[in-house]
């Protein structure tokens, strides 16, 4: 593998385009690597001499006319049309015109056939400069009394014209350089990339490129994005050479708008930008092992692969190792057959296949060799997916969006926007813009603050935003608008025949009590938007956190719900839903039993529904401060619950309640059982027993392990309720006078 060489300061590109063997399956990535070969004579490079000083005074008058040219055969092409230059202290003595081909095509291309350089009736072709490179140069002198560059043969500059050729789908990069030292002009103006690549030598003012197809046509303005990710998925299916890797990169750019650095043709030396393309990623320069997932749909990436060969590709779509590309990937099966030939008579000639995956190339590739070159365009972004409004109201749209420029130190200047939808209105500032419905007619604004759409009609509407760095516009950005009718209640929107959108506003409890309704209004695009009369709470069930997800988009995003019928085990999630504000846990004793220090720090929590089983439950509320309900099921265990000390034969229910309000059912007869309450408080719980044929209750004071304890009980005094640890000032006499009361076959204390 050869390397890049320096001689005496001068940086020599080179090219490596074959390959010993086609790798399986990845397939043969073939390099755009620079072409080697210089018209310099051996001595003068030696003797190359220290670069010029720059002058700071003036800035010269040179600058870019265009991004890309798409001709026609045999069509002239006016450098002037290009380049603009104009007269200015600061331009350089000499000027190379400098064209670029690379004979990387299909069958039946003609190197005789390339375009040529004319003026003043002398004209000049291609020639080969080394490996697949082909230049054209004609170098002019500056003539500061007329502040025209001049040649003696084709006269002005400014009647210079590149004429294309007849082979159609060639691209040739047209590039304009200077140097103030006229042996340096002379001696390397046959080698576009010795020009390129040497930045101390040669001041390279941008590069065009000119692809003729069969007729001509206009390029955007400037390319995008979105544009470059179109223009590669056209080449989909195409036959391509599996060398032509950079050609097709080119053509891509060119087709989007955009024309890339010759430096991208190159690998191992520092990237240099172009016009709109900029150097997102300078791996030669400072190389991170984190490249990767810096890509974005639209980038253009040259790199060395892993067999040694240089490489550029188009991220056709995706982020980072996400991103899949399109380029002249060649895959051959394990006998060594290309799988992707074009079968047109040449053994290099493919078909460019479908996006593939970027880890297909980008894998085990030394970071050091990577270039990614990115458009300097402004993204927009939405910050919602969706804005709903009513007809007649006004929204703001001012933070629908979110603008950014990729290219450090550049910032938004501009925007501009329309909606798509006739009946709907965009104003800035209060001011109407009835007109702006299409690109054409977008109103261009500084800022989106202030910006508004007033909804005329039920209907969608489409928002388009770009925005502008002062140089570039970026894409369009697309936000859907619905508008539907004036709110109605949910009974006229339940009964609505019509199939237009339409939106409700009632109370908290209309909406809950329709939520599956209005769900299915939802669910069909009906319901565009709900309002809640008072901001009350819609109260729903747990499963209808899940059923009813449309109805829920339409609802307030923060502290709309009152969920019931929760599990243990989905309050953490409600808990962090911010839509919730409030939830009831609804379990076994179970799958309750353990959890209560964590339903505890549930601040949304406001009650706790426990339902026993008919065996001996265990349930410890410790620090939950919600309210409780408690409903036992009863269990085997007897006791003692006469004596002055209880005894007990089995395990019997063991509750202790929390610091909330309690209400625990038990039974006091039948096969009851027993159930032990730590923890009850006169005045704040209450136990309500379920007397069966019993007329009334009976409480005993006893103790258990050492504490006064009540017991409460029927008629066999085995079977019943005892609560535990009282204070000796509560006693069971206190208790039947004071704390109870019988009502429909029901004891309660409390």
């Known amino acids: 593998m050869r390397s890049p060489f320096h001689l005496a300061g001068l940086l020599t590109p080179w090219d490596d385009d074959t390959w010993d063997s086609l790798p399986t399956s990845q397939g043969r990535l073939l390099a755009a690597g620079a072409l080697a070969g210089s018209t310099a004579a051996p001595g003068y490079v030696v003797n190359a001499p220290a670069a010029p000083a720059r002058a700071v005074a003036a800035t010269p008058a040179i600058a870019f006319a265009a991004g890309s040219v798409l001709a026609g055969p045999n069509q002239a ?16 003595a000499y000027l190379i015109v400098s064209g670029l081909d690379r004979n990387e095509y299909t069958v039946g291309y003609k190197t005789a056939a390339m375009g040529h350089l004319a003026g003043a009736g002398a004209s000049q072709g291609f020639s080969n400069f080394g490996g697949d490179g082909w230049s054209v140069s004609v170098v002019f002198t500056y003539q500061t009394s007329t502040g025209q560059y001049t040649n003696p043969s084709f006269g002005n500059l400014s009647q210079l014209a590149f004429k294309t050729g007849s082979n159609r789908g060639d691209t040739a990069t047209i590039s304009v350089f200077g140097t103030s030292n006229a042996a340096l002009a002379n001696a390397y103006a046959g080698n576009p990339l010795i020009l390129a690549t040497n930045p101390a ?38 036959v391509w050479n599996n060398e032509g890797c950079w050609v097709l990169a080119s053509d891509i750019s060119a087709q989007a708008g955009a024309t890339l650095p010759l430096t991208s043709s190159c690998i191992g030396v520092p990237g240099i930008g172009n016009g709109e393309w900029f150097v997102a990623y300078n791996g030669p320069v400072a190389a991170s092992a984190n490249w990767v997932n810096l890509l974005t749909g639209g980038e253009m990436v040259s790199f060395q692969t892993t067999y040694g060969g240089g490489h550029i590709t188009t991220v056709a779509s995706g982020q980072g190792g996400n991103a899949v590309l399109v380029d002249n990937i060649t895959y051959v099966d394990s006998h060594g057959n290309i799988l992707d030939s074009a079968h047109d008579g040449s053994a290099n000639d493919i078909v460019v296949q479908a996006p593939h995956s970027a880890m297909q190339e980008f894998s085990g590739v030394n970071p050091a ?18 804005v709903r409004v009513s007809v007649g109201e006004s929204v703001s749209l001012a933070g629908d969006f979110t603008a950014t420029d990729p290219k450090p130190g550049q910032s938004v200047t501009q925007y501009q926007v329309y909606e798509t939808n006739a009946a709907d209105t965009l104003s800035v500032s209060g001011v109407a813009n009835r007109a702006a419905t299409s690109a054409a007619t977008a109103c261009t604004v500084s800022s989106l603050v202030g910006l508004k759409l007033t909804a005329g009609a039920a209907g969608a509407d489409t928002v388009e935003v770009r925005a502008s760095n ?67 709470l819609v109260s729903l069930t747990a499963g209808q956190m ?11 995003a923060v502290n709309a719900l009152q969920v019931g019928g929760a599990t243990v085990a989905q309050a953490g999630a409600l808990q962090g839903n911010a839509q919730v504000a409030q939830f009831a846990v609804t379990d076994t004793a179970a799958d309750m039993n353990g959890h209560a220090a964590a339903l505890g720090g549930n601040t949304k929590l406001t009650a706790v529904s426990v339902t026993g089983t008919a065996g001996s439950d265990t349930l410890n509320l410790t620090g939950i401060r919600a309210t409780e309900t408690i409903n036992l099921s009863g269990n085997a265990a007897t006791g003692t619950l006469s004596w ?42 209450a136990l309500q027993l379920n007397l069966g044929a019993l007329p009334s209750v009976q409480a005993f004071d006893t103790s258990y392990n050492g504490a006064h304890a009540i017991a409460l009980t029927g008629g066999n005094y085995s079977e019943g309720v005892v609560l535990l640890n ?6 069971a006499a206190g208790l039947m006078a004071g704390h109870l009361h019988i009502s429909g076959g029901v004891a309660t204390i409390s």
Do not use: C
């Open 546 to 556: 899940s059923s009813d997800q449309g109805l829920l988009h339409l609802l307030p």
């Open 369 to 386: 060799t990577v270039v990614v070159y990115e458009l300097d365009t402004t993204v927009v972004t939405d910050v919602v997916a969706n």
């Open 644 to 685: 002055a000390k209880l005894g007990l034969s089995g395990a019997p229910d063991a509750i202790t309640l929390g610091a909330g309000p309690a209400t625990i059912t038990a039974g006091i007869s039948g096969a009851s059982g027993v159930a032990t309450i730590a923890g009850f408080q006169f005045g704040l719980d």
């Open 201 to 238: 030598y040669f001041t390279d003012y941008g590069s065009v490129a000119v692809v003729t197809g069969a007729a001509a046509s206009t390029p955007p303005v400037a390319a995008t994005p979105d544009s470059v990710k179109a223009a590669a998925l056209g080449y989909v299916g195409q």
């Open 726 to 731: 009282q204070p000796a000032s509560v006693t």
């Open 77 to 92: 092409v006016a450098v002037g049309s290009l380049f603009a230059v104009g007269s200015s202290p600061a331009n350089p």
């Open 470 to 536: 002062g140089s570039y516009w970026g894409d369009w950005t697309a936000l859907t608008v619905t508008a539907a009718a004036a709110p109605m209640t949910v009974a006229a929107a339940l009964g609505s025949t019509g199939t237009g959108p339409l939106s409700v506003a009632d109370t908290a409890v209309n909406i809950s009590a329709a939520a599956d309704k209005l769900q299915g209004l939802a669910a069909s695009g009906r319901l565009t938007a709900v309002s809640v009369a008072g901001n009350g």
